[in-house]
């Protein structure tokens, strides 16, 4: 059987087509109740996540209605973890606004499922 072009296979992961959000509408929420942060210009409503997360609350909240991706990547989080954040993904950032996955379809080296 032929192998599929590595870059259909590539698409095949990705996401359908998010809800832009943009980075102001994002900073509406940035309270305990209603928590939105950004990873890799993607946003998540991690407000039901919160008290479950491992890491602690105060580690989230600390970038509650912004940009969270340097401290997620650099606390090493496993697979695991990726794959938990996809329930709460909930839209992405205008290509205007990116700051990682600023070419259409880019794949970064994240380790972070697109
Ligand atoms: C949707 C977003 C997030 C999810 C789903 C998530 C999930 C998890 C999970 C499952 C763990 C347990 C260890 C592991 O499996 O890697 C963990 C640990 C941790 N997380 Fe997160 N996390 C998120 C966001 C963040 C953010 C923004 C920070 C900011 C610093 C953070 C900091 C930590 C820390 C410090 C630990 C280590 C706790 C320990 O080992 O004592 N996480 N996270």
Known sequence: ???KPKVEQIKAKLP???PEITLEQVGQHDSFDDCWIIIYDRVYNVTQFLRDHPG???VIMDHAGRDATIA???TGHSRHAVELMRQFLIGELPQE???FRTTKHMVLSSGIPE
């Open 1 to 3: 059987m032929k192998l």
């Open 16 to 18: 359908e087509l998010l």
């Open 56 to 58: 602690g609350d105060d």
């Open 72 to 74: 997620f990547h650099g």
């Open 97 to 99: 606004q990116r700051i």
